[in-house]
């Protein structure tokens, strides 16, 4: 039985065959020394019977085989010196014949038979048909690969090829791939067998045992590859078909993908190519359970390492038709194996793509086709569960980015978002990361609102709630960083045409829309802000805004600005809203358009009034009223002073005394302006500024009056600073008295408070006094100004 029973007994008989095999070596090695052939033909004989064992698996038989080997070395260098036996070359291949068992006879006469080719007593041919031939008489698996293995061996160096000094006359080189080609089918039928040859509780053994034994079999497509003589022509016509032919017919997976395999690693790229459309032809001819995916794959990288080898390569590619010729057998493969799982399906498409764009980058059009190919596969398929699968079309999708560093080629692609859409809704974002990374990566400028459109479908996992998951499933920290991703997005969009550009922001304002509340707050500052970049670059134009074809006007964009900032009161997003409407009106003033600021400020103050309640977020907003409305020119005195009233009424309404002081005294900035044309009220500015002193002389009393104590002087001394301020600029309304005044006020404060045990001191106000003695003593004009203050 072939099987053995247990390790030890297969220990123990390998123990008892390499016993024999050195017993006979002794005697073997007698009669060689002693010049005895007879006596030296018995003991070879008796040493090889060992190898007649059923008992042994190939890897125990291989140690043994290994020990008889080596002593048959020895006999070949015997019967090479025909002087020590004196017999000729040709009875001694008569003579072992007579063995009496047929294992040893045939390992004998192939021993001799190497030696009679190396005599050229007769045609390398013949003796190598004879060879072949008889060795048919051994059917044993394991005994008959063994046995062929050795033939292959001894006559690898001894075949009549071209250039050889065995090559006779007339077309040896078909002699000697017809001899390689026979011991291949043999040993190929003989290695099938063995799966044959056990119950079916061992298959899975008997296919390990197979597996330690296939480069047996592998070896003779790589003598095949190394004879010189055979070209593409003998490749093509003879070799190919007749390897192809055993490896259909042999029916047997192991056999078949290691075979193919086989092929694809010992041939020339160069035969591959020329000979595709017949390699490929075999493939659906295969068994179903054939993993054909990793030959094909293997196949695809080998040409494609070929082409990128030489650019000369490529007209014989495009000639070939080599990517048709791969997608059509692709095709055929997935027809005919219809129990291949889709990752297979799809990872064979992912090598054909890698294939495309390293040999036709090119040519799109191939790279759609694949796209498509997918596409038609995954149709009328659910969404995508298997990871495997995913990660495969994950793969497939980044080709194109990696290979081109510009996402307008991959927006080319008709196909592309038809691929994406049949991954879940995790992976399509995890994609769509992808995508504008690629973009922010190689900061690829995307310039027309038709690509817009096609990059804003690929990314809609991140613009919007994909089927499956809401907004309210994701993780917070996740959910912020691919919004801000899609915030630097926007800013790669570009067009220097106003009018493309303003088709853009309109592209985008139409996808984020769908995105609900929760994200408008990271989309739409990014928008606003892209739209007023239009706006600069459109300053000093306008036009009318009737019609449908007009060109962009600031006008027309600041419509849409206004659509979009709205948009924001469905999060609810108040504070950012005004910010946003803060800054449209001050482009608005850039553009010289009163009633457009106007308006943008009245948004501003309407959402202060209805939206804004919390004390801190009020006290931000009304910095922000004043300080946007100070640096206005646009206005005409109504509406400045319309604006400038609500503005410090909403200062003096402050919840807090010392917030209400501090904006009040900021308003004073709106009646004063620095410049050439700048507004210059120094009446209102000092009703400004003793307002403001007197709601700090009333915080400091509601201080005295719940605390004990006044509290600090630091409000004062901020007001002091101001009225410095006006002072320096020549504000007539603020003189040297005033000051004097303000400072006797702020050091009687500070007097009282140290009584009742305050702070003595305030850095605040010492540093403000050692600026006045600065001034003071740098003389000058201004020296002179500051000379009536006493300190």
């Given at each position: 039985m072939m099987i053995s029973n247990g390790i030890e007994d297969e220990e123990k008989w390998l123990a008892e065959g390499i016993a024999g095999i050195q017993h006979n070596a002794f005697y073997l090695h007698r009669a060689l020394d002693a010049n005895n052939l007879r006596e030296a033909l018995k003991y070879s004989a008796q040493l090889l019977s060992e190898l007649r064992t059923s008992k042994l698996s190939p890897h125990k038989y291989y140690e043994l085989y290994m020990r008889a080997f080596d002593e048959l070395r020895r006999l070949e260098m015997f019967f090479k010196d025909e002087d020590r036996h004196g017999c000729s070359i040709i009875d001694l291949y008569e003579l072992v014949q007579h063995a009496g068992n047929v294992l040893p006879r045939l390992y004998l006469l192939c021993t001799v038979g190497s030696v009679y080719i190396k005599s050229k007593e007769a045609p390398a041919k013949d003796v190598l048909k004879d060879l072949v031939e008889m060795c048919r008489a051994v059917q044993h698996p394991i005994r008959g690969l063994f046995l062929r293995s050795y033939l292959a061996q001894v006559s690898r160096d001894k075949l009549p090829d071209i250039g050889s000094e065995y090559e006779g006359e007339g077309d040896t080189v078909m002699d000697a791939v017809e001899f390689v080609l026979q011991n291949f089918t043999e040993m190929n039928k003989l290695w099938?067998?063995?799966?044959?040859?056990?119950?079916?509780?061992?298959?899975?053994?008997?296919?390990?045992?197979?597996?330690?034994?296939?480069?047996l079999v592998g070896k003779n497509l790589h003598v095949l590859s190394?004879?010189?003589?055979?070209?593409?022509?003998?490749?093509?016509?003879?070799?190919?078909?007749?390897?192809?032919?055993?490896?259909?017919?042999?029916?047997d997976e192991l056999a078949q993908y290691y075979l193919m395999d086989c092929i694809i690693q010992v041939f020339p790229d160069e035969y591959h190519l020329q000979t595709l459309e017949t390699l490929l032809g075999a493939c659906p001819q295969l068994q179903p359970t054939v993993d054909l995916k990793t030959v094909l794959s293997r196949l695809m990288e080998r040409l494609s390492n070929y082409a990128a080898s030489s650019p000369e390569l490529l007209p014989e590619f495009l000639q070939v038709e080599a990517f048709s010729k791969l997608s059509n057998a692709i095709g055929k493969v997935i027809e005919a194996q219809v129990d291949m799982p889709i990752v297979g399906a799809i990872t064979l498409y992912v090598s054909l793509l890698s294939f495309t764009l390293r040999v036709h980058p090119d040519r799109l059009d191939y790279v759609d086709q694949v796209l498509g190919a997918c596409v038609k596969i995954l149709s009328g398929k659910a969404k995508l569960e298997d990871s495997k699968a995913t990660k495969q079309v994950v793969a497939l999708l980044s080709a194109p980015l990696d290979k081109y560093d510009d996402i307008v080629t991959a927006l080319t692609l008709s196909n592309y978002p038809r691929v994406m859409d049949h991954l879940d809704a995790g992976t399509n974002k995890v994609m769509a990361m992808v995508i504008i990374r690629s973009i922010m990566k190689n900061k690829t400028f995307v310039?027309?609102?038709?690509?817009?459109?096609?990059?804003?479908?690929?990314i809609k996992g991140l613009i919007k709630d994909l089927e499956g998951i809401s907004t309210d499933d994701l993780d917070e920290e996740d959910f912020n960083e691919e919004q801000n991703s899609v915030a630097c997005l926007m800013h790669i969009l570009y067009n220097d045409d106003p009018e493309e550009m303003l088709k853009i922001i309109c592209t985008v304002w139409k996808h984020i829309m769908t995105g609900g509340p929760k994200r408008l707050s990271f989309t739409v500052p990014p928008l606003v802000f892209s739209a007023l970049k239009l706006v600069r670059r459109l300053q000093g134009q306008d036009g009318d805004v009737a019609g449908e074809e007009v060109p962009a006007t600031p006008r027309k964009i600041f419509q849409l600005l206004n659509q979009i900032i709205e948009s924001l009161s469905v999060v609810p997003s108040p504070e950012l809203a005004l910010r946003l409407y803060l800054q449209c009106a001050e482009a608005a003033n850039d553009c010289d358009l009163e009633p457009v600021a106007y308006d943008f400020f009245t948004q501003a103050f309407v959402l202060y009034e209805e939206e804004i309640a919390d004390s801190k977020a009020q006290v931000t907003a009304i910095h922000l009223i004043i300080g946007t409305l100070q640096r206005m020119n646009v206005f005409g005195v109504e509406n400045r002073d319309t604006l400038t009233h609500k503005a410090t009424g909403y200062s003096a309404k402050l919840l807090k005394k010392p917030d209400q002081c501090r904006a009040v005294y900021a308003c004073s900035h709106l009646f004063w302006?620095?410049?050439?044309?700048?507004?210059?009220?120094?009446?209102?500015?000092?009703?400004?500024?003793?307002?403001?002193?007197?709601?700090a002389n009333a915080a400091q009393q509601m201080a005295n009056v719940t605390r004990g104590s006044s509290g600090p002087v630091t409000l004062f001394v901020e007001i002091l600073n101001k009225y410095l301020y006006y002072f320096e600029k020549g504000n007539p309304q603020i003189t040297a008295s005033v000051i004097q005044g303000l400072v006797d006020l702020i050091k009687n404060e500070m007097q009282s408070e140290s009584a009742t045990g305050g702070p003595a001191s305030d850095p605040f106000f010492t540093s403000t006094l050692r600026y006045i003695q600065f001034q003071k003593q740098k003389g000058g004009a201004m020296g002179e100004k500051y000379e009536p203050i006493k300190l």
């Open positions: 099938v067998r063995m799966q044959q040859q056990g119950p079916l509780r061992e298959k899975e053994k008997l296919e390990k045992e197979r597996n330690e034994l296939r480069d190394q004879i010189e003589g055979v070209d593409l022509e003998i490749y093509r016509d003879t070799v190919l078909p007749r390897v192809l032919e055993q490896i259909v017919n042999c029916k310039s027309t609102s038709d690509k817009v459109e096609v990059l804003f479908e690929l302006v620095d410049d050439q044309d700048g507004i210059k009220d120094g009446e209102r500015v000092l009703l400004c500024l003793k307002r403001s002193l007197r709601i």
